[in-house]
Nanobody, 129 residues
Framework: QVEVVESGGGHVESGGSLRLSCVAS????????MGWFRQVPENERETVAA????????YYADSVKGRFTISRDNAERTVYLQMNNLKPEDTAVYYC??????????????????????WGQGTQVTVSP
């Protein structure tokens, strides 16, 4: 069992930056592949970025490549999403999630939302023009 709590959302102007944090509890965190996702009303949840349990593999959606960076600190049980050069189309609720089969899936990094079992409540990011 892993619980995750996101923080760091807010309202910024276009071109600004935010850093989201996701703090996890539970003994399985170090086995988790972690992901950041976002969702706007009436749209499906999309994968923004994912990071393997050992930080060897990363995934970024094409829309955020070169602007967002995912990282983790296993000692702090925290995953980060650094978001730079934000655009209005980045506005969404951002979720953090754990795929606790990360070590078992190695070396594969599954990135679809359905691969992740433990989800946070989300944090709102709003980018104004």
């Amino acid at each position: 069992q892993v619980e995750v709590v996101e923080s760091g959302g807010g309202h910024v102007e276009s071109g600004g930056s935010l850093r989201l944090s996701c703090v996890a509890s539970g003994r399985s965190f170090n086995n988790c592949n972690m992901g950041w996702f976002r969702q706007v009303p009436e749209n499906e949840r999309e994968t923004v970025a994912a990071l393997s349990w050992n930080s060897e593999k990363t995934y970024y959606a094409d829309s955020v490549k070169g602007r967002f960076t995912i990282s983790r600190d296993n000692a702090e049980r925290t995953v980060y999403l650094q978001m730079n050069n934000l655009k209005p189309e980045d506005t969404a609720v951002y979720y953090c999630a754990c795929n606790s089969r990360g070590v078992l899936d190695h070396p594969r990094l599954r990135v679809a939302p359905r691969a992740f079992e433990y989800w946070g409540q989300g944090t709102q990011v709003t980018v104004s023009p």
